[in-house]
């Protein structure tokens, strides 16, 4: 089993960064793939960014590509999601979540069994 604490979330400028931290207990954490998804008021959770369990491949949604960087240290059970150049609709509470499936890299919800409580992020304009 793996818990998941989601941290670093909090109201920044547009054009600002923020970077969140996804902390894993357990001791199979590095043979899970992590991914972020996303839920703002009145919408449906959305995937953000995903990362193999060695770290060595990534994906993500279009709408942060190229923006926010996902990266993983199996030594400190943590993986990390660097937001840079935000924008008010990044607006969201953030989550973190786990999968045992190669599936995880479709980025669909069901995919993935544990989850974190998550953490909001507000992007002002």
């Known amino acids: 089993q793996v818990q998941l604490i989601e941290s670093g979330g909090g109201l920044v400028q547009a054009g600002g960064s923020l970077r969140l931290s996804c902390a894993a207990s357990?001791?199979?954490?590095?043979?899970?793939?992590i991914g972020w998804f996303r839920q703002a008021p009145g919408k449906e959770r959305e995937f953000v960014a995903a990362?193999?369990?060695?770290?060595?491949?990534?994906r993500y949604a279009d709408s942060v590509k190229g923006r926010f960087t996902i990266s993983r240290d199996n030594a400190q059970t943590t993986v990390y999601l660097q937001m840079n150049s935000l924008k008010p609709e990044d607006t969201a509470v953030y989550y973190c979540?786990?999968?045992?499936?190669?599936?995880?890299?479709?980025?669909?919800?069901?995919?993935?069994?544990?989850w974190g409580r998550g953490t909001q992020v507000t992007v002002s304009s």
């Open positions: 357990g001791r199979t954490f590095s043979t899970y793939a």
């Open positions: 990362i193999s369990w060695s770290g060595g491949g990534t």
């Open positions: 979540a786990a999968s045992g499936s190669l599936n995880y890299v479709l980025g669909y919800a069901r995919d993935y069994r544990y």
